[in-house]
């Protein structure tokens, strides 16, 4: 499982690419060219782990298709630029954009890290997607939800009544060891600190306009048949580490 940690990484990738010496930020600069990137992670768009065609009949083709290529695509460009961007403040001193780059980096750096966890925590119907989950996060789930239907209905509810586009989420929670239902708008509006996601629905019409049209609910039960159920699992053991 080589990509298993990498939506994790993102997050720390973020944070570590600020650490640059102005100094030699400026220097490229001045050099007129965009050396400024060399300097900085630059995020690239992971490759999905299965078939476009894969997740057939529950989400098609040409959603996956537009979806990664297009729009996972489009949060990694908007977060790359939006670095560059701020590390040219850095090197010029001019924080007059601050607050307009620092929204499109959160904005983007959630788009790209929830998608990377989307495509993940789903799997072809009955070929590692679907059914209930079991053994340890079976019995975490009973613990923290009183039972999987409970669970089930919780987080349906939240990504159905999810205002606009956004997210259902389940995060995990290191300080007490609990898993919590949550929702987020956009990609990043809503969540608490302290908590990461381990597993979520991507409610945005363009997950599933082209072939639900406006029936997000259907989509939602439609969407249970190719949950991931090991991925989520190794996603809460990766954070308890
Ligand atoms: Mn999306």
Redesign the pocket.
């Known amino acids: 499982m080589p990509n298993r940690r990498n939506f994790l990484k993102v997050g720390a990738a973020v944070m570590a690419s600020s650490a640059l010496a102005p100094n030699v930020m400026a220097a490229n600069i001045e050099s007129g060219q965009e050396q400024v990137s060399g300097k900085l992670t630059e995020h690239k768009l992971p490759p999905l782990p299965y078939a476009y065609d894969a997740l057939e009949p529950y989400i098609s083709k040409r959603i996956m298709e537009l979806?990664h290529d297009k729009?996972?695509a489009g949060y990694i460009k908007g977060l790359n630029k939006a670095e560059k961007e701020l590390a040219r403040a850095r090197a010029t001193g001019d924080y007059s954009l601050i607050q307009y780059w620092s929204r499109k980096a959160a904005f983007n750096g959630g788009g790209h890290f929830l998608?990377s966890m989307f495509w993940k925590v789903m799997a072809p119907a009955g070929k590692g997607g679907g059914g209930k989950p079991k053994g340890e996060l079976l019995k975490m789930i009973e613990r923290d939800f009183g039972s999987f239907d409970a669970f089930k209905a919780q987080f349906s509810a939240a990504a159905k009544n999810v205002e606009g586009s956004g997210w259902g989420l389940l995060h995990y929670r290191p300080a007490d060891d609990r898993l919590i239902v949550l929702q987020a708008e956009n990609q990043q509006k809503l969540s608490p600190w302290g908590s990461t996601p381990v597993m979520g629905i991507?409610v945005?019409e363009?997950?599933y306009y082209l072939q639900y049209e406006n029936k997000r609910a259907a989509y939602i039960e439609a969407w249970w048949n190719i949950v991931n159920w090991e991925q989520v699992w190794q996603n809460i053991l990766e954070l308890r580490k």
């Open positions: 979806h729009h996972h998608h991507d945005w363009h997950a």
